[in-house]
């Protein structure tokens, strides 16, 4: 894995070097994860956890390229059916950890990246064991965390408005969903504090920037709780 890994993974991530990706790049991007990433997962799941995290930030970034060249090649619909195969085959510890590391890079990407990394949680969630969910809550609820936390981090004049940030809120809503299911009531109750913890931070009610900040978080507090 080490020696061919590398090089594999210079091959998808050559289109986001590029200032405005050309289809030759993106058409072997589209073949890297409509056939290179599935034939790794099959043959050697268990082998790719060193390699996780730089896979996953790659594929987000790809689902977000929205050009008429990546349309045409369908690169977002190959990185969602690669995200699938990724959340069936690698276990939670090794996936998890991997989502977490990804949170900002889907956070800078933009909402696309950011629902695909939701979306992921939620397949996720649904197809390993609910034991997973449990062992592993911490970073799951970094993962939602940072759904709650896209909307707040957007320019003041986007931060109220309804899109793109709902878009991200109601995949953050479907994951929690999933999540909730499978955790016992002192693991909800632990990201119930942490999540009101993030909406009234303590000690900021001086701040100059804290009136835009709460009025956003209890915004996505509000929509993604009550699954609007």
């Not at 931060?159 to 955790?183: C, D, W, Y």
């Amino acid at each position: 894995m080490p020696l061919f890994m590398p090089p594999l993974l210079r091959c998808l991530e050559h289109s986001l070097f590029l200032s405005e990706p050309q289809r030759d790049a993106l058409l072997a991007a589209a073949a890297w994860l409509d056939g290179c990433g599935p034939a790794l997962l099959t043959a050697l799941p268990m082998f790719l956890h060193p390699y996780l995290p730089r896979l996953l930030r790659a594929v987000l970034r790809l689902a977000s390229i929205d050009s008429p060249a990546a349309q045409a090649v369908g690169l977002a619909a190959k990185a969602k059916a690669l995200n699938r195969a990724l959340a069936r085959a690698v276990p939670s510890r090794q996936l998890l950890p991997a989502m977490v590391d990804a949170v900002g890079v889907a956070s800078q990407a933009g909402s696309a990246a950011q629902v695909e990394l939701l979306q992921l949680l939620q397949t996720h969630v649904t197809l390993r064991p609910p034991a997973e969910a449990r062992t592993h809550a911490a970073a799951v609820f970094d993962v939602l965390l940072s759904g709650l936390h896209f909307r707040s981090l957007q320019p003041f004049s986007e931060a109220l408005l309804l899109a793109p940030p709902a878009a991200v809120e109601a995949a953050t809503s479907a994951a929690l969903a999933e999540v909730v299911m499978r955790l016992d009531e002192d693991s909800f109750g632990a990201f119930f504090e942490r999540s009101l913890a993030w909406v009234a931070p303590a000690g900021v009610a001086g701040a100059a920037s804290a009136p835009r900040f709460s009025l956003a978080r209890a915004l996505s507090f509000f929509r993604v709780l009550s699954g609007t």
